[in-house]
């Protein structure tokens, strides 16, 4: 049924929620900025960088968005050291959906940097058959960057499957006519994720593998 599986990175592989929001806030701070609610970040995750700080920070101009991304870059990046790693069986899940003969790609809101540093960091870029970012195309929910992957790929949407963790992820799915599985364990409830009628919902990485080998005949 599925030949080209698409994930999401921040929430749905890596689980990086507490790193971005402790660098979200910190940036702030650093810019005399009204602190920001733990909550109110978590709901942009998944967003482009500039969309996030729109919405955090109403009003905000071009010159205030540039220093925002300058220092939540410092922050994420080597400023704070708040732990990130893979969800528990996410590895060894995409390296045998790999080798079963699926197609794999990452759809994110991170930007290319953000994204090759954490492929590297990783070691899970080579799984990949290609990527696409926020600061590449248009962010989330628009399905531009899905149009773009199945383009590239050649893969009918028909054929391939969406998986990721907010309603950004979802809806941008359910805009490209696209199955989704929507993941419980990241940023959004699942309760938000349900009006998008994804075809799965999973509560741990492994069961994704699991419910495909059931779905799918050898490729």
């Known amino acids: 049924m599925y030949k080209l599986l698409i994930f999401d990175w921040d929430g749905t ?3 990086s ?14 810019l005399d900025l009204a ?11 998944g967003l482009g960088l500039p969309e996030a700080i729109r919405a955090l920070v109403p009003g905000i101009d071009a010159a205030g968005i540039d220093a925002m991304r300058e220092r939540y870059a410092h922050y994420y990046v080597t400023g704070d050291d708040t732990p990130t790693h893979l969800f528990a069986g996410a590895r060894s899940s995409l390296g045998r959906l790999q080798r079963k003969g699926y197609r ?4 994110t809101g991170k930007n290319r940097r953000g994204l090759d540093r954490v492929f590297a960091q990783t070691g899970l870029g080579s799984l990949f058959e290609l990527s696409r ?6 962010s989330k929910p628009d399905p531009h960057m899905l149009h773009e992957i199945l383009q590239q790929t050649g893969v009918d949407v028909s054929d391939a499957l969406m998986v990721g963790d907010t309603e950004y992820d979802l809806e941008m799915g359910h805009r490209a006519g ?3 599985v929507a993941v419980s364990y990241g940023a959004h409830h699942i309760d938000r994720l349900k009006p998008w009628r994804p075809v799965l919902e999973i509560d741990n990485f492994p ?7 059931g779905q799918n005949k050898p490729l």
């Open 13 to 15: 592989v890596i689980d």
């Open 104 to 107: 794999l790609a990452v759809a």
């Open 17 to 30: 929620a507490a790193r971005i929001i402790s660098s979200m806030q910190r940036s702030a701070l650093d």
């Open 207 to 213: 069961e994704l593998e699991h419910w495909l080998d």
């Open 35 to 45: 602190p920001l609610d733990a909550e109110a970040i978590r709901n942009i995750i």
């Open 133 to 138: 970012c926020a600061d590449e195309t248009t």
């Open 178 to 180: 696209m199955a989704t």
